[in-house]
């Protein structure tokens, strides 16, 4: 019989300053049940997010929600090291949960920790101070820099240097190609390893994209394509980058030149196996940030295209007028939580993004 879950929240009413040693105890508080046993700490891993104070509610219940799934001591950095006065404010939460239904035993409670430094002025500059001793030893550290912030290289960003995983969002700027070569080099100096949550989106795509080539009589298609066709809108531009980037990788494709419209549109060539291969990026989805990709080889259409609703995606190839194969999957959640809970379960590179990744960059090097 599965385990039945009870959640409860907790928190104390501690503020102000804190040393690591009153920190430690007050989550020990936190953990304590009214009979006076102690909740096990349930952690697999370490959280640090580095956050502004406007998202901060908001990426507190992102948290919160990834903690029963991914247990974890979860370190939330509110950082504004441009105010003029000097402020440490320390917080603690647990959300602690009673697990019936094991055989021989009457339920364990468990609990996941919540740490939130709020840092202003000169404190907010040596976040890595803050954050290091609250670790906990022996477990993989993941820092996540959400809405397009990014930390300098480790060797010049102690927060950075404390990290296994840096997990960012290449969707939550303006200006995605500056971030994006940004990225390409904090992920070819090889520490920490790099995530992506617009490349962690396209996971789908991609496998919907290599399902259209997988039957054995398609295969020698690959080497076929003369042209790729995709219409996204324009905050899904690094998202967009990326899949093509990805394609050109993954099929040996070398860029020769790039071509920007007045409407931001982009438009890519490629020496391939088929000689030249155009990709034309096009941003005039009113809703989605990918609506649909179209790939022509020389004698067939392969397409992925969101139903207008967003919840599906249908996947056809067409040889002329001649209906070949079809397909409708449901494309699932692209919310904040959902893309942070698949880039924590990585642990090692991500060869095939890091691919990708240095591909995008020399197209936008053009």
Same mark, same amino acid.
């Given at each position: 019989?599965?385990?039945?879950?009870?959640?409860?929240?907790?928190?104390?009413?501690?503020?102000?300053?804190?040393?690591?040693?009153?920190?430690? =105890?007050?989550?020990?508080?936190? $953990?304590?049940?009214?009979?006076?046993?102690?909740?096990?700490?349930?952690?697999?891993?370490?959280?640090?997010?580095?956050?502004?104070?406007?998202?901060?509610?908001?990426?507190?219940?992102?948290?919160?929600?990834?903690? #029963? %799934?991914?247990?974890?001591?979860?370190?939330?950095?509110?950082?504004?090291?441009?105010?003029?006065?000097?402020?440490?404010?320390?917080?603690?939460?647990? !959300?602690?949960?009673?697990?019936?239904?094991?055989?021989?035993?009457?339920?364990?409670?468990?609990?996941?920790?919540?740490?939130?430094?709020?840092?202003?002025?000169?404190?907010?500059? %040596?976040?890595?101070?803050?954050?290091?001793?609250?670790?906990?030893?022996?477990?993989?550290?993941?820092?996540?820099?959400?809405? #397009?912030?990014?930390? =300098?290289?480790?060797?010049?960003?102690?927060?950075?240097?404390?990290?296994?995983?840096?997990?960012?969002?290449?969707?939550?700027?303006?200006?995605?190609?500056?971030?994006? =070569?940004?990225?390409?080099?904090?992920?070819?100096?090889?520490?920490?390893?790099?995530?992506?949550?617009?490349?962690?989106?396209?996971?789908?795509?991609?496998?919907?994209?290599?399902?259209? !080539?997988?039957?054995?009589?398609?295969?020698?298609?690959?080497?076929?394509?003369?042209?790729?066709?995709?219409?996204?809108?324009?905050?899904?531009?690094?998202?967009?980058?990326? &899949?093509?980037?990805?394609?050109?990788?993954?099929?040996?494709?070398?860029?020769?030149?790039?071509?920007?419209?007045? $409407? $931001?549109?982009?438009?890519?060539? &490629?020496?391939?196996?088929?000689?030249?291969?155009?990709?034309?990026?096009?941003?005039?989805?009113?809703?989605?940030?990918?609506? $649909?990709?179209?790939?022509?080889?020389?004698?067939?259409?392969?397409?992925?295209?969101? %139903? =207008?609703?967003?919840?599906?995606?249908?996947?056809?190839?067409?040889?002329?007028?001649?209906?070949?194969?079809?397909?409708?999957?449901?494309?699932?959640?692209?919310?904040? #939580?959902?893309?942070?809970?698949?880039?924590?379960?990585?642990?090692?590179?991500?060869?095939?993004?890091?691919?990708?990744?240095?591909?995008?960059?020399?197209?936008?090097?053009?």
């Amino acid at each position: 019989m599965a385990a039945a879950v009870i959640g409860e929240s907790r928190s104390a009413p501690e503020g102000g300053a804190m040393s690591v040693e009153q920190i430690e =105890r007050g989550l020990a508080r936190l $953990r304590m049940n009214e009979d006076g046993s102690l909740g096990a700490r349930a952690s697999v891993l370490n959280l640090i997010v580095v956050t502004d104070e406007e998202s901060a509610p908001e990426i507190a219940q992102v948290v919160s929600s990834l903690s #029963g %799934h991914y247990p974890c001591r979860a370190i939330i950095m509110i950082s504004d090291p441009d105010e003029e006065r000097s402020k440490l404010d320390v917080s603690l939460s647990a !959300f602690c949960s009673l697990r019936h239904g094991i055989p021989g035993g009457t339920g364990n409670q468990i609990c996941a920790e919540q740490i939130t430094i709020h840092a202003e002025g000169p404190p907010a500059a %040596h976040l890595e101070s803050l954050a290091g001793p609250l670790l906990l030893p022996d477990l993989p550290v993941f820092l996540w820099y959400p809405n #397009g912030r990014m930390p =300098r290289p480790a060797e010049s960003d102690g927060m950075a240097a404390l990290a296994d995983r840096l997990i960012l969002d290449s969707g939550g700027v303006d200006d995605s190609e500056a971030f994006m =070569r940004g990225v390409a080099h904090l992920s070819a100096s090889g520490s920490p390893e790099v995530g992506d949550l617009q490349w962690a989106a396209l996971s789908p795509w991609r496998s919907l994209v290599a399902d259209l !080539f997988a039957p054995p009589e398609r295969a020698g298609e690959l080497g076929k394509i003369k042209r790729v066709e995709v219409l996204y809108r324009p905050v899904g531009e690094s998202r967009v980058l990326l &899949f093509v980037g990805w394609l050109a990788s993954a099929l040996g494709w070398r860029p020769e030149s790039a071509v920007c419209g007045e $409407r $931001r549109g982009r438009e890519f060539k &490629f020496s391939g196996p088929s000689g030249e291969v155009t990709a034309t990026l096009s941003p005039d989805s009113p809703d989605a940030r990918l609506r $649909r990709v179209r790939i022509l080889s020389e004698e067939c259409s392969y397409q992925v295209s969101r %139903h =207008r609703e967003l919840s599906d995606v249908s996947s056809t190839v067409m040889r002329g007028d001649e209906l070949l194969a079809e397909r409708t999957v449901q494309l699932g959640s692209f919310d904040s #939580g959902v893309l942070v809970g698949e880039e924590l379960r990585y642990r090692g590179r991500d060869e095939v993004y890091e691919a990708s990744l240095q591909m995008t960059a020399e197209m936008l090097d053009l």
